[in-house]
């Protein structure tokens, strides 16, 4: 089976590893990604990337000339991406830049010119509704007219696309997945020591952006609340909010309680993770409808979740967009904004160490089951497969 990916993601080489292990689950199973040659990640005043090709067996990546460096949407491919697809004969055709994707609609109408007889997938994360105004109206209606396979980050993006026309298959699974290596279990009493985190506090981590839509004043007030007072809460991450989180945790007087990490390394976070007891996602939606298209944000999946899971740290999260589907039953929810709801799921888990143990280990075996890059390679073979299929 020849795959053929088109996405701005995989310049980072950390991101193709789901794709890097579904090119060694079988042997007739070859992946080319093709990427941006140049890309600005993170808006136009940035450095821009220039990616180079890699080769590793039946996987490799290629860098094509592009139009547009920092807009998804607008992203296109040069001339050169004729003879890659000439070359490579692919059966499956991924394009991961959403629905309104130019780069779709380009592959789409190469797959029908070159007479390949690809199927056409893409993979989205929109997770809120629209409606989709002329011309870019066209440009959607093509792109679902063609599509085989859907690839949805979330429930959400699947309903919301069947609520817009598209009756074919679908498969709900994250883009990326996580490294079970990496993200273990692991005792960390050298780190402990370092942040003076004493043997009999309670741990209360959250990893993640200082903003708003992350709940993380809710996740203040819940815990200057808690009945014990043996407990540290440690936040990881930086943004917009920080000088408002040390304001309310002195309003609050809890502020020695608490420690800020600011800048940590991917492979420096699973240490942090390992020292938590619990780790909170506290999302909190703030869309708002605007002629009929929602304007504003709510949680697409919830990558640490399943980190924190992979290292057998228990997880609460509310019930923001798509992360009780992600939990399951392997952590507790409570609603979104409701301070008081989550102080009494945090004293469930603190006051009771089975209970602990027992949506520690479910979570583990959750992540091992369903969200590890080679559970994700497997799903998407099969996916690809039953297309095959039809």
Known sequence: MKILVASHTYIVNLNCEKFRTLANLEPNVEVTIIVPQKWRPGGVQNKVIETQPRTEGNFRVIPISNFSQNNQGLLTFGTDIVKVLKTFQPEIIQVEQGVKSFAYAQLITLNKLLR????????????????????????????????DGLVAG??????????HGYKKAVQVMPQLGVDETLFSPSPQPELASQLNIKSDEFVIGFVGRFVAEKGIITLIKAVSHLASKSWKLLLLGRGELQEEIIKQAKTQGIENKILIIESVAHDEVPRYINLMD???????????????????????????????MSCKVPVIGSDSGEIPNVIGDAGLIFPEGNYEGLKQKLEQIMNNPKLSNELAEKGYHRVLEKYTNKALAKQSLDFYKQLLDQ
Request: net charge positive; proline share 4%; glycine share 2%.
């Open 116 to 147: 390949l007889k690809a199927k056409n997938l893409f993979f989205t994360w929109w997770n809120l509704p629209y409606q989709a105004k002329f011309p870019i109206s066209l440009l959607e209606n093509y792109n679902l007219k063609n599509t």
């Open 154 to 163: 979330n429930q959400d993006a699947a309903d919301i696309l069947r609520e």
């Open 278 to 308: 619990v780790l909170v996602l506290p999302s909190q939606t703030t869309y708002q409808f605007k002629t009929l298209t929602a304007v504003g944000w709510k949680e697409q999946f919830g990558h640490v979740l399943i980190e924190a």
